[in-house]
């Protein structure tokens, strides 16, 4: 049952990174900064693929 709970854990911690990335966004497409915008959005979705990556293992492991 310890495994689980510490599986848990990491994705939180890791789904708490991703979300930081939503408000640089927000901010972007209020401001109209299209640029800026398109990269922040580019990061965020590499770093989603680069994060799901070990989270893959840690849940088939469990």
Known sequence: ????????????????????????IAQEFGADHLGLLRQSLRIGLWTAFLLSLPMMGFVVSA
């Open 1 to 24: 049952m310890t495994k689980p709970l510490a599986t848990r854990g990491r994705t939180i911690h890791w789904v708490t990174l991703l979300a930081a990335v939503a408000p640089f």
